[in-house]
């Protein structure tokens, strides 16, 4: 039985997340609970390798694929279905899976609206996908399996939800072996945030879940060992939830000499961090350290229940750059009753901020949060104006506005925010190889401008 895992190809590649250096954590990890169970599979991960639809039909033409899982967020979703379709074409049986958060969040309308998707995998699929499989080839039941969507007839049936997986250590490390050679490689230490920004989906839910010091520290001398990447990505929501556990972590990368043979970055949080964690992730060869800033607005921030203090956040960023190292910090413009005011109030932060890196998104409102409930209700001045998951996007979507901000506005506002961190900064070449390395953004930026134009 032919299987294939696949991270589809972006509609265009403009963000950076659209072109990654490292491979899908997600479908690394249900590779590895496939050959757990002695299943083999094999991954197209379209956007670590730049290719497109038509290569992925051709690989599975080739090998005679039966059963296909494919992975998408939000924004993602109909450009899946659309590879889903190309599949279909040329064989109909193709049995095809859908999983990720959108899907999880919205498994029957996923199923009724995209009809190319035969079952959704609900939250994480290790244990569920297998049992699939297992299923498929036995012509059994799919109601006894818990954590999945599926047709019955003219029925969407939805299984009752399968447990977060409680111990992490069960699950095999991700198989990166089957994935191209890459140049960075994620590394998720927990699964789980605390916090309870109304805009984030929280893809593995509330509560932290942590793998052991030893089980992490293991896979990183693996990897390192294996593939000799450049980098490794922390890819936790929050870096140091558990400080103790964290400074464990670091302790051992040391004590084991991986500081001094891979370089590594990782997204905290205002709140977990202090001067202490910063110091050791450097010391530990942490290069490069983020931040999710969201406001500059401190009625915004408890607004958002983002709940930070932005003068520790300054702290931390100046403390960062003092230890030489990389900061980044995000921003959203388009929070629940934005104005002008307290846009412009975000934009100054971000510039006196001055972090290394700056990203500055347009709110999203995602299905499962409480800004998706708002912009629906039309609550917090909020007009949602795109019903097409494929404009939600956080820079270069269209799918909200407020009353006070209307979208072009907001566009408006954020590229005003990234000529200002740079410009006011007197931050001349850093601004010139920004806008080299998002040149792709700033022509679809540009192309959109030009078309609402004439329109």
Known sequence: MSIFLINPPPVQRVEKDDRPDYPHIGLGYLASALKKKDIICDVIDAKLERIDIPEIVKRIIDKKAEIIGITAMTHEIRQAAKTAQEIKKINPHIFIIIGGVHATILPKETLETLPVFDMVILREGE??????????????????????????????????????????????????????????????????????????????????????????????EQTVTKFKPKTINFYDETFGVNKNRAFDIMNSIIKRGLHQKVKWYAYTNVNV???????????????????????????????????????????????????????????????????????????????????SLTAIGIMVPYPGTQIYEMAVKGEGGYRLISNDWQDFNKQIGNALELDSLTRAELEKLQLKGYLKVYLDNLRILDFLKFCFHYRREGFSFLKKRIRDFFS
């Open 273 to 355: 961090a202090d001067f202490d964690l910063i110091k050791k992730m450097k010391e530990a060869g942490c290069y490069m350290v983020g931040f999710g800033a969201e406001s500059g607005n401190e009625k915004i921030i408890k607004r958002i229940k983002k709940n930070i203090n932005l003068d520790k956040l300054k702290q931390l960023v100046d403390y960062a750059k003092k230890l030489e190292m990389i900061t980044q910090a995000y921003f959203i413009l388009g929070h629940p009753y934005e104005n002008i005011k307290t846009a412009n109030d975000t934009i100054n932060f971000a510039s006196s901020l001055n972090s």
């Open 127 to 220: 244990y569920s996908f297998p049992q699939v499989i297992r299923a498929i080839k036995n012509k059994a039941n799919f109601s006894e399996i818990e954590g999945i969507a599926f047709r019955n007839k003219q029925e969407i049936i939805c299984t009752p939800n399968r447990e977060w997986i409680a111990d992490l250590d069960s699950l095999d490390f991700p198989l990166w072996d089957i994935f191209p050679r890459a140049k960075s490689y994620p590394l998720l230490t927990t699964r789980g945030c605390p916090f309870q920004c109304i805009f984030c989906m929280r893809p593995y839910g509330n509560i932290v879940r942590e793998r052991s010091v030893e089980n992490v520290v293991e896979e990183l």
